[in-house]
T-cell receptor
Framework: GAGVSQSPRYKVAKRGQDVALRCDPI?????LFWYQQALGQGPEFLTY????????KSGLPSDRFFAERPEGSVSTLKIQRTQQEDSAVYLC????????????????FGPGTRLTVL | KQEVTQIPAALSVPEGENLVLNCSFT??????LQWFRQDPGKGLTSLLL?????REQTSGRLNASLDKSSGRSTLYIAASQPGDSATYLC????????????FGSGTRLQVQP
């Protein structure tokens, strides 16, 4: 089956613009995660959904960042009034469940959206 | 706060060598540890996942071990090939109910033909 897909793959925004990044998880995956990866660094956690419920948003860097997953499938990460420090790769991941054995909680990642804020 | 460190940051080896990548974490209360591969400009590909109750996992030429009490994991790559060139990341999930992974900064591997 298809893996995690993200769109757009690349986004260039002028400072102050709003952007929306989309994630399509693997079909049937309950858990969905967003991470932010700066150049040369490992990904850093932003937020986590279980179905449509946002259970953890402790990693969102400011109130300009907002994520939703209204029907428990596709998710959108929105960044308002973008700043240069928002430039990074935004990665989405999904897992079948949040607990249980390895086959259930292994996280599978999409290709990412590279955001450049000018 | 959990911190994950990967050593070395970069590694260059000739084709055919066996090599070991190291990952250490400060808080041993983990649920699992996952090794990923990342090619330039691409997302992460999961290589191996080790549950906290396990000591090692193997897939082909890859073997990952976990010593939870000492906060260490190693990824062993046998008979390295140029196609193994990539950045290798390890990540831990806490045993606290949180689902988020904490990543190291990765080891950038170059295998010379």
């Amino acid at each position: 089956g298809a893996g995690v897909s993200q769109s757009p793959r690349y986004k260039v925004a002028k400072r102050g613009q709003d952007v929306a990044l989309r994630c399509d998880p693997i079909s049937g995956h309950v858990s969905l995660f967003w991470y932010q990866q700066a150049l040369g660094q490992g990904p850093e956690f932003l937020t986590y959904f279980q179905n449509e419920a946002q259970l953890d948003k402790s990693g969102l860097p400011s109130d300009r960042f907002f994520a939703e997953r209204p029907e428990g499938s596709v998710s959108t990460l929105k960044i308002q009034r973008t700043q240069q420090e928002d430039s990074a790769v935004y990665l989405c991941a999904s897992s079948l469940r949040a607990s249980g054995g390895a086959s259930y909680n292994e996280q599978f990642f999409g290709p990412g959206t590279r955001l450049t804020v000018l | 706060k959990q911190e994950v460190t990967q050593i070395p940051a970069a590694l260059s080896v000739p084709e055919g060598e066996n090599l070991v990548l190291n990952c250490s974490f400060t808080d041993s209360a983990i649920y699992n540890l996952q090794w990923f591969r990342q090619d330039p400009g691409k997302g992460l590909t999961s290589l191996l996942l080790i549950q906290s109750s396990q000591r090692e996992q193997t897939s082909g030429r890859l073997n990952a071990s976990l010593d939870k009490s000492s906060g260490r994991s190693t990824l062993y790559i046998a008979a390295s090939q140029p196609g193994d060139s990539a950045t290798y990341l390890c990540a831990v999930r806490p045993d606290t109910g949180r689902r988020a992974l904490t990543f190291g900064s990765g080891t950038r591997l170059q295998v010379q033909p």
